[in-house]
């Protein structure tokens, strides 16, 4: 189909062209008090195809790519309407792709009834500790994509992806525990650090308003950089003047202990890939080195405003055009096996609430503690209730005390070990 549709535009006569292919197919199992209740299973299929005339762009989609003329004409209509975009220049050229393995057979035979199994066993660890699964989601998704163009690229993908979102409840105590990966998820490992973490929740306790030193864990951390961090280095946002890093390539912008890496071709990880949605070739991208701002991430768009080469970081659906994205955000370890043991009187962030709240622009945010624990002399004493951490990102991403030398899994594509930072406001009640 993919070249009949080529052969039409072709006919057609256009500057250039490009055709986004998208085969979505994915079961879900959701369960509800304690029990799988619902199961479901889809597949969605269509095209996104763009073409330039005249230097317009004119851009259209369909999920049934059976009509892929009509589809097509409609982009043509489109581009006669439209203004010349005098930033557009071209699409993508032919590149050689990295060798890099993109999905695993292990999770591609990991079926529904796997998934069941695996629900039933979180369920079974859990249960029997008297804890309730008032509510949980598996999902797992295998994704084909193709993407061509008129200036000689083709690139065909294979992703393949599972997923799981689960809340439990203990008494008053709720927490709730998110993890994917491109390998069959395991239960027992997730259970056990589950039950481990609702246990601490027992003994609650609260601490006045001050500035003290705060352990963030590494999800507590990506909810603030994926809400902050990742809008600033987006180049779309930098042209715009949207960012607070713009003006700042090359300059120390945190910690020197600090270096972030997108990499894009370190197998294993979640979105992992030869080339991104427009075919341009992946690559490791250093973005903070040292501490020292390296590279914004860019699309082929935003790349060819600057005259530079794109760094492969376009994502899109079969409905829109590519927008800009991290694939995988890692940082540096450190050298401490437990951050934890250097606290002398603070506190341990494990999770926080309302991270959508921050200024994306500013960094500054105010979030509550939904999880987290205040620490004396390197030992946990109590968990925290009606707490609150505020400050700005960049700022706090300048005050590293320590960094741990583990790197855990974030379920957002962020590998990340535990920082201690020296001073952060704490608010309690």
Same mark, same amino acid.
């Given at each position: ?41 889809? &597949? ?26 009509? =589809? ?28 890099? *393995? ?13 998934? *069941? ?8 660890? #859990? ?74 929740? *027992? ?8 500035? &003290? ?66 075919? #341009? ?75 959508? #709240? ?35 990102? &960049? ?14 899994? =974030? ?8 920082? &201690? ?9």
């Amino acid at each position: 189909m993919i070249e009949k549709i080529r052969s039409y535009l072709k006919s057609k006569n256009m500057d250039q062209f490009e055709v986004f292919y998208n085969k979505s197919n994915n079961f879900d199992l959701e369960v509800a008090s304690n029990k799988i209740d619902q199961a479901s299973e889809g &597949l969605t299929e269509g095209i996104f195809v763009r073409v330039l005339k005249d230097k317009k762009l004119g851009a259209a989609s369909t999920l049934n790519i059976k009509n892929y003329k009509k =589809c097509v004409d409609t982009a043509i209509k489109i581009a006669k309407i439209n203004e010349i975009d005098k930033d557009f220049k071209s699409f993508p050229t032919k590149e050689k792709y990295s060798k890099v *393995r993109e999905c695993y057979k292990s999770l591609i035979d990991f079926d529904i009834e796997n998934a *069941r199994d695996y629900l039933n066993r979180m369920m079974e660890l #859990t249960v029997k500790n008297e804890i309730t699964v008032p509510r949980a989601f598996y999902t797992k998704t295998i994704e084909e994509t193709r993407v061509i163009n008129s200036e000689g690229v083709d690139l065909e993908r294979k992703n393949v992806i599972n997923s799981a979102d689960l809340e439990l409840l203990e008494g008053k105590n709720t927490i709730s525990i998110d993890d994917a990966s491109v390998f069959p998820l395991e239960p027992d490992y997730k259970a056990k650090e589950a039950l481990d973490r609702i246990n601490s929740l *027992r003994n609650m306790g609260k601490i006045g308003t001050q500035t &003290l030193p705060v352990i963030l864990h590494p999800d507590a951390l990506s909810r603030l950089l994926e809400h902050s961090f990742t809008f600033s280095i987006n180049a779309e946002n930098v042209q715009k003047h949207k960012s607070i890093l713009s003006g700042k390539l090359n300059k120390k912008i945190m910690d020197k202990r600090i270096t972030i890496e997108d990499a894009a071709l370190k197998e294993g990880l979640i979105n992992t890939r030869r080339g991104d949605d427009e075919g #341009t070739p992946s690559k490791v991208i250093k973005i903070v080195e040292d501490g020292i701002l390296k590279s914004f991430i860019h699309s082929s768009y935003t790349a060819n405003k600057e005259g530079i080469k794109s760094t492969g970081n376009a994502f899109r659906g079969i409905q829109s055009i590519p927008a800009i994205s991290t694939t995988n955000l890692i940082f540096s370890k450190g050298d401490k096996d437990n951050p934890i043991k250097e606290l002398k009187k603070g506190i341990y962030v494990r999770e926080v609430l309302g991270a959508h #709240t921050m200024n994306a622009i500013t960094g500054d945010f105010s979030v509550g503690v939904l999880e987290g624990h205040y620490v004396e002399n390197g030992e946990i004493k109590h968990a925290l209730k009606d707490t609150m951490i505020a400050g700005n990102l &960049l700022e706090l991403l300048n005050n590293v005390n320590c960094i741990g030398k583990k790197i855990y899994n =974030c379920s957002n594509a962020m590998y990340l070990p535990e920082i &201690l930072f020296n001073k952060v406001k704490v608010i309690g009640q």
